[in-house]
């Protein structure tokens, strides 16, 4: 039933302008919002976990509607990729930004870390379609036609994708001038490290962190952020481990990471995607 969804989306995203598609996702973002209550309540108990507080309970609901409607326009650009080339994009995104961090890695191997927050497909794509040479690590679906959907999406627009299982070892054997890109905030694997992700011990994403140390790559997190006018810039953090910090821990890198998508989620906490309570609960793929 959900391939199907995704087919019938695409179907319309390829005929359909894009504000049109738009609008019809926040329609049927709106249903999502009545019939998935436990969807619902997730997002309002996490965005109670902030330190900002949103105590006021209406307009907590507002905001969770509006993270949905915000996840509906993320999916609709994604199954939009095929129609975009490098002018379209810039309709969509502020290309000078990411021209920032494609001088400063200038040619030399980085992995660059980010969350669901924003549209990090979005990003990855621009990268790709700028020249960079990057490979994404992604979860399959369960669904193995929404996982083949969704890798031709990301291949058609020149990105290289790997599977978690495969990516420790063919990361090890890529070209030196090639970027890892990760999204390092949803453990799929049961493997991760426990931190504290707002107060609450949580499992994320750690292999990373053991391989930028054993092969000496750089760590770098950035978020592909939409502002008030409906563009999205990449914010750049500083890089969280530099292969000349020989004493740094794999659980350090991690800390850091979260550190600074704590902060970031705070800062657009309408742009972050975490449909689950924030802990120990099974991920779940949408």
Request: proline share 5%.
């Amino acid at each position: 039933m959900l391939f199907l969804g995704y087919l019938i989306a695409k179907a319309l995203v390829s005929i359909l302008p894009l504000r049109v598609s738009y609008w019809l996702a926040r329609r049927i973002a709106d249903i999502w919002y009545v019939f998935a209550p436990h969807r619902r309540q997730a997002l309002i108990h996490n965005l109670n976990l902030l330190p900002t507080g949103v105590c006021d309970r209406d307009r907590t609901r507002r905001l969770a509607r509006r993270i949905m409607h915000n996840f509906a326009e993320v999916v609709t650009e994604f199954l939009y990729l095929p129609r975009m080339d490098l002018r379209r994009i810039a309709q969509l995104v502020d290309l000078e930004s990411f021209k920032i961090l494609k001088t400063r890695l200038a040619g030399r191997r980085a992995l660059l870390i980010t969350a669901h927050l924003g549209n990090w497909e979005l990003g990855a794509a621009t990268f790709a379609m700028m020249g960079l040479d990057l490979h994404v690590v992604a979860y399959d679906h369960p669904d193995r036609r929404i996982a083949l959907l969704f890798r031709q999406h990301r291949e058609e627009k020149g990105l290289k994708v790997l599977t978690v299982k495969e990516s420790a070892k063919r990361i090890r054997n890529l070209p030196r001038a090639s970027c890892i890109g990760i999204v390092a905030d949803r453990d799929f694997t049961g493997r991760g490290t426990v931190v504290k992700l707002l107060g609450i011990p949580t499992r994320v994403p750690s292999g990373y962190a053991g391989l930028a140390i054993s092969e000496g790559i750089p760590v770098i997190p950035g978020f592909c952020i939409k502002d008030n006018e409906g563009r999205y810039h990449l914010e750049i953090d500083d890089p969280i481990y530099m292969p000349s910090e020989q004493r740094l821990s794999p659980e350090k890198i991690v800390e850091r990471f979260v550190k600074i998508l704590e902060k970031r989620i705070a800062e657009h906490p309408e742009q972050w995607y975490f449909f689950e309570r924030i802990g120990f609960g099974e991920p779940s793929v949408l």
